[in-house]
């Protein structure tokens, strides 16, 4: 199970951290991302990391704004998201792929957080 935490409203400009939390299972074994889906809009990669050499994976709309990091130890993984935008505004969802390879296809993931909303106002 996934449970996400740390969404709300933050004014343009501003910094949120989500965070996943990972019980029943360890997430040190999968490849972990987080997802984003706007009203209207499909569901989309955001930024992951690999379960083995953690090699992170970012979207061209967040490079450099967002920074993700697990801790194995700790089970979780968060997601640090600053400089955001009102085209940020999304639900965003932690998942986790018990792959063997890296992939953004949101289909390959078998585990999903239940989602947090994030509104960013201009």
């Known amino acids: 199970q996934l449970q996400a935490s740390g969404g709300g409203l933050v004014q343009a400009g501003g910094s949120l951290r989500l965070s996943c939390a990972a019980s029943?299972?360890?997430?040190?074994?999968?490849?972990m991302a987080w997802f984003r889906q706007a009203p209207g809009k499909e569901r989309e990669f955001v930024a992951g990391?690999?379960?083995?050499?953690?090699?992170?994976y970012y979207a061209d709309s967040v490079k450099g704004r967002f920074t993700i990091s697990r801790d194995n130890a700790k089970n979780t993984v968060n997601l640090q998201m600053s400089s955001l935008k009102p085209e940020d505004t999304a639900v965003y969802y932690c998942?986790?792929?018990?792959?063997?390879?890296?992939?953004?296809?949101?289909?390959?993931?078998?585990?999903w957080g239940q989602g947090t909303q994030v509104t960013v106002s201009s």
């Open positions: 990391g690999t379960w083995d050499d953690g090699t992170t």
């Open positions: 998942a986790a792929d018990g792959g063997r390879y890296w992939d953004t296809n949101p289909v390959k993931y078998d585990y």
């Open positions: 029943g299972r360890t997430i040190s074994v999968y490849n």
